[in-house]
């Protein structure tokens, strides 16, 4: 009976950007509808926008609360009210925003000291976490944006270093002890991530478990070699890191032009304009469509490799080398290309097919007795069993 009066209580802890909100928002949503109470940190700025989304999940959101911590901004050295990646006036200033982040170490020590949750999923780029958890006896799941694909890639990157054996950046390289012969060069390494990985994996060794943005059925191979380790509209989106210079959207227009196709490109206004992520609907209305792949920075060309190697479900743009947020030079001819066979190529579908199938398997994933519907119960059982 005591469980009845005491629900389940977990901190969720995004990362200050939308491309990890969301999904962040979405496990909030599946959590409450078991019953569980969720808080959601954050800061001042963002927690308009979360409560907005999350006033729609009628029938779960009264379980669903959101703490406001304040993001000393002026002290990392950001002018005041950068509160998301999107607001940066630069991105040469995310290192500042990095170290912003760090600072709020100190006010979310102090709502685990007042509110004791049974448990704290934190977001990867906030490694401090863990030691903050364990400060309070209180275990820490990380989470990841990125599906297993990835981490397994980036994982034996660090590991192996097998970057090291060729001779140009240009050379391909074959990553060792993983499922498949997966090539990639030196050029698409994004220098900082391996950084990242490593303090990661450092603090994973303080993390009760880690939470993966993904489904078991998508990437069953690397799912189960991570757990063994210590159609007629073209819809585009570069995610909210990604700030193009004008001529390469012109580039990107032309050939959506010249390809011949239907499409649906919308540009955001301003970085001001944050009230509203993305339209109603659009998430649904992007689900279960091929895609053309366009790695800009992090774990991007690990993901390209997933959808267009492994999985064979949409096609890449032609980027050659990593070039960090700015983006690479692709001039529109690539885009007509790629649009072209996407829409209308020659294995178009065969490619359709086989995302209709991995969309009907994603969706039977959440459903009762689905994958990712009995690994949330398993781990909401295991939370219980481990509160204090």
Known sequence: MD???????IFLFPFLA???????????????????????????????SISKIIGKAKTSSNRIHIQTVKLACEEAGLPNGCENVELLPSLDLISNFCEATKLLQEPFEQLLLEQQPD???ADMFYPWTADSAAKFGIPRLEFHGTGFF????????RLYEPYKNVSSDSEPFVIPNLPGKIKITRMKLAPHMSDITKISKESELRTYGEVVNSFYELEKDYADHFRKQPRSVVYICFGSFVILPDSQLREIATGLEASGQQFIWAVRKSKEDGEDWLPDGFEKRMEGVPM???????????????????????????????VGFEGDSITWDKVEKAVKRIMAGDDVDEIRNKVKVLSHMAREAV???????????????ELSTQRH
């Open 3 to 9: 469980s009845e009066y005491h629900p389940l209580h």
């Open 119 to 121: 448990c704290v999923v």
């Open 292 to 322: 053309v792949t366009w790695p800009v920075d992090a774990d991007q060309f690990y993901n390209e490799k997933l959808v267009t190697d492994v999985l064979k479900i949409g096609v890449p743009v032609g980027v050659k080398k990593w």
């Open 150 to 157: 990835s981490l397994c890639l980036m994982e034996c990157i």
């Open 367 to 381: 459903e009762e007795r689905g994958s990712s519907c009995l690994d949330l119960n398993a781990l909401i059982q």
């Open 18 to 48: 939308h491309g990890h909100m969301i999904p962040i928002i979405d496990m909030a949503k599946l959590f409450a509808e078991k019953h569980v109470k969720i808080t959601i940190i954050t800061s001042p700025f963002n927690a308009s």
